[in-house]
């Protein structure tokens, strides 16, 4: 059974940073490109960060480039972001997602709320 399992979302203040995490089990974890992505309600999902199978190319949204940091341990079996420097428009709900690029096989995590308020 594949399960991503977000988690270290939580609230926080302009300036502040917190680390989100991606638990994976089900499918072999190196084969897959991890990313993040978020939403806020009534807005398409959107994305933010990617790293690619063996964690050597990294891509972020211009929104959170300098700011985020995407890793991935391929021996955990997990993916993560470090979120510095955090903003208002940073609050949403954080999904992690693992796919197969070209074969249109990808699983998606429920989602961690993340907020930034003071």
């Known amino acids: 059974q594949v399960q991503l399992v977000e988690s270290g979302g939580g609230l926080v203040q302009p300036g502040g940073s917190l680390r989100l995490s991606c638990a994976t089990s089900?499918?072999?974890?190196?084969?897959?490109?991890m990313k993040w992505y978020r939403q806020v309600p009534g807005k398409e999902r959107e994305f933010v960060a990617g790293v690619t199978k063996d964690g050597g190319v990294k891509r972020y949204a211009e929104s959170v480039k300098g700011r985020f940091t995407i890793s991935r341990d391929n021996v955990r079996r997990t993916a993560s972001l470090q979120m510095n420097s955090l903003k208002i428009e940073d609050t949403a709900v954080y999904y992690c997602?693992?796919?197969?690029?070209?074969?249109?096989?990808?699983?998606w995590g429920q989602g961690t709320q993340v907020t930034v308020s003071s």
């Open positions: 997602k693992a796919e197969v690029v070209g074969q249109n096989i990808e699983y």
């Open positions: 089900g499918f072999t974890f190196h084969y897959y490109v």
